[in-house]
């Protein structure tokens, strides 16, 4: 819980820094506009993360690169993206372009926050055409999504009892 927590504040404060004047922005939308997971909820595996990330590549050339940091032990890899859309005539403000990571899934157990780290990723990305803040947010932060940086544990951890647990969680909320 506390890798999800600290995910979520990081998110909120990413958000609301990129957008001071208007501070009921996108973090319902995050979870509102794209998602199915309160209806049906469920993770995405190590391979599909790398499918979802590269495919956003392919589909956001201009915004967002998939890369991997290296492997685990058991020989996974952790799979990453960077979001960020560089001035077009690269006149060197982007050596101050802040760098925000977000990182999530540290227990592998502990899932919530990778897939709302996939979510955030997944929104941004193609939000970017329709949505000023996150255009601007984008246009001045450079943002990197490490999903998950235990995908062993991940596969180790028993799916269905998470599963229960987040609908146990979020029938409290
Ligand atoms: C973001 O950057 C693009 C390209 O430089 C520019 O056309 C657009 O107006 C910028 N958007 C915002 C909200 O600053």
Do not use: W
């Not at 492997?71 to 799979?79: A, C, S, V």
């Not at 690269?90 to 802040?98: E, I, K, M, S, T």
């Amino acid at each position: 819980m506390y890798a999800c927590a600290y995910v979520v504040v990081l998110a909120f404060t990413c958000l609301a820094a990129a957008s001071p004047v208007n501070p009921t922005i996108a973090h319902v939308e995050v979870i509102e506009e794209t998602d199915s997971f309160l209806d049906n909820a469920h993770y995405l595996n190590n391979e599909q993360i790398a499918e979802l990330f590269a495919r956003l590549s392919r589909d956001y050339p201009a915004l967002a690169q998939a890369y991997t940091i290296g492997r685990t032990t058991q020989g996974r890899e952790l799979h990453a993206l960077a979001l960020n859309a560089p001035a077009p005539n690269g006149n060197g403000d982007d050596l101050l372009r802040p760098m925000v990571k977000l990182v999530a899934n540290i227990q592998g157990d502990e899932a919530l926050g990778r897939q709302i780290v996939l979510y955030m990723a997944e929104y941004l990305a193609s939000s970017y055409q329709l949505d000023s803040q996150v255009q601007r947010l984008l246009n001045t932060t450079e943002i990197h999504f490490l999903p998950s940086c235990n995908p062993d544990g991940f596969a180790a951890a028993k799916v269905s009892q998470m599963l229960l647990l987040t609908r146990t969680m979020t029938n409290m909320a």
